[in-house]
């Protein structure tokens, strides 16, 4: 399995779904905690511009 050999992983993360089938931010973070990695912030993230609600972020976690 290619994760247990990162130390750092970047995941271009959802929290609105855009196509189906897609896994979202609650998902990825659930999956990457139980693989031993925590959520330490982000890179970049895009708003709505109308709601101004985060649509996708470029996630960060570290492998504790």
Do not use: M, W
Request: charged share 25%; hydrophobic share 35%.
């Amino acid at each position: 399995h290619i994760l247990s050999q990162a130390d750092i992983i970047l995941v271009d993360n959802s929290f609105v779904t855009l196509y189906e089938g897609q896994a979202l931010f609650g998902e990825i973070h659930n999956l990457l905690r139980d693989l031993g990695f925590s959520y330490r912030g982000r890179s970049e993230t895009h708003y709505n511009n109308r709601t101004k609600e985060p649509i996708y972020e470029d996630s960060v976690f570290i492998k504790d």
